[in-house]
């Protein structure tokens, strides 16, 4: 398989499934600013919509959207229990918040990385991102992870996207149990593994 990322961005968190999971991948850098690929390549040729993840499968079949993407990377190595069995009830307890991170918190950031947004907006953007992310301290006091006692695709998810707050003044250094669920995840072998492949640590 391949996964086309772009260092930090949403594509980390299917690049922490990957490692996660053990199973062989190739990572390439398709940085978001320039759409270049390092060998020159175009990236819209590749992925017409030109954002990242992007993951090709042995046969060339194509997935663009991260929810799914970590969904089916841990369905391909099940022992590692990143997801729980599809049909489950907890399977939906994951979906649900995949969609969670992705519509009130993945896409809450959107207004703060946009070029010209007017800092009323951003302000708007951030007073709202905190109550979210106070709701999810409030969740994770009652475990180590988001379903419970054990790592899922979900916290590789939330881990990547709650870690912009400090590029953009989102501040969760007043939410105790996020706090030490990110530093929890951060000690992961397998976040550490995707954080130095894409440069992100030293």
Known sequence: MKLYYSPGACSLSPHIALHE???A?????APTRTHKLADGTDYYTINPLG???LLVLDDGRQLREGPVIVQYIADQAPARQLAP????FERYRLQEWLNFIGTELHKGFSPLF???MPEEGKALARTRLQSR???VDGELAKSDYLM???FTVADGYLFTVAGWGRHVGVDISGLPH???YMARVGARAGVQAALKAEGLLR
């Open 21 to 23: 999971s053990g199973l």
């Open 25 to 29: 991948f190739e990572a390439i850098a």
């Open 51 to 53: 954002y990242v993840p």
């Open 85 to 88: 069995a599809p049909t489950s």
């Open 114 to 116: 946009t070029p010209g």
């Open 133 to 135: 992310l106070a709701w």
């Open 148 to 150: 419970g006692a054990g």
């Open 178 to 180: 996020l706090s030490a």
